[in-house]
T-cell receptor
Framework: SQTIHQWPATLVQPVGSPLSLECTVEGTSNPNLYWYRQAAGRGLQLLFYSVGIGQISSEVPQNLSASRPQDRQFILSSKKLLLSDSGFYLC??????????????FGNGTRLTVT | AQSVTQLGSHVSVSEGALVLLRCNYSSSVPPYLFWYVQYPNQGLQLLLKYTSAATLVKGINGFEAEFKKSETSFHLTKPSAHMSDAAEYFCAVSDSGNTPLVFGKGTRLSVIA
């Protein structure tokens, strides 16, 4: 069966520090991968998605970036965190070749607090 | 572009009472619609989805939703609330499956004993 792992579960970082959140998927090949951010009262905001290694689409311009160095690994990064980057970050996957009517499978998220 | 409006950021019901969570969508083409549930400090789980088959969709945990094109709605219901239903619920839409899902802001459901 397929599983998705995100770490760390919680993170407290000072303003201006770098960020690296990692997500890996097991039990499937060539998944579509997604990063969402959930801020209080604002629902889920799609940040990045990827349909293959090295292929990243950005939905919202900001000081975050994403990379996909391996087929089942998706990394969210920042060089300098802002207070507004605080939130709950969720990684998700859907099957290879699936269009957007396929359900997403979510990880358990990382709660980031920027102080 | 598609969008989703969830009416009511917080809904409170008594145990055993009807649950009704409202979702209205905007889409220029026939939409694909989803409901997800999120328990505290966890990711989202799929409750049900509508993909242009039957307008009444049954999901897990006794939930169902009805697609009403004339009202552009996809409200989520459950006849009898359980304490374990307390969670946050998200409605989401995709335009014919060719664009990433757009989520609503969520509705937090509280169940009172």
């Amino acid at each position: 069966s397929q599983t998705i792992h995100q770490w760390p579960a919680t993170l407290v970082q000072p303003v201006g520090s770098p960020l690296s959140l990692e997500c890996t998927v097991e039990g499937t090949s060539n998944p579509n991968l997604y990063w969402y951010r959930q801020a209080a009262g604002r629902g889920l905001q799609l940040l990045f998605y990827s349909v293959g290694i090295g292929q990243i689409s950005s939905e919202v311009p900001q000081n975050l970036s994403a990379s996909r160095p391996q087929d089942r690994q998706f990394i969210l990064s920042s060089k300098k965190l802002l207070l507004s980057d605080s939130g709950f970050y969720l990684c998700a996957w859907s099957p290879f070749g699936a269009n957007y009517n396929s359900p997403l499978h979510f990880g358990n998220g990382t709660r980031l607090t920027v102080t | 572009a598609q969008s989703v409006t969830q009416l009511g950021s917080h809904v409170s019901v008594s145990e055993g009472a009807l649950v009704l969570l409202r979702c209205n969508y905007s889409s220029s083409v026939p939409p694909y619609l989803f409901w997800y549930v999120q328990y505290p400090n966890q990711g989202l789980q799929l409750l049900l989805k509508y993909t242009s088959a039957a307008t009444l969709v049954k999901g897990i945990n006794g939930f169902e939703a009805e697609f009403k094109k004339s009202e552009t709605s996809f409200h989520l219901t459950k006849p009898s609330a359980h304490m374990s239903d307390a969670a946050e619920y998200f409605c989401a839409v995709s335009d014919s499956g060719n664009t990433p899902l757009v989520f609503g802001k969520g509705t937090r459901l509280s169940v009172i004993a």
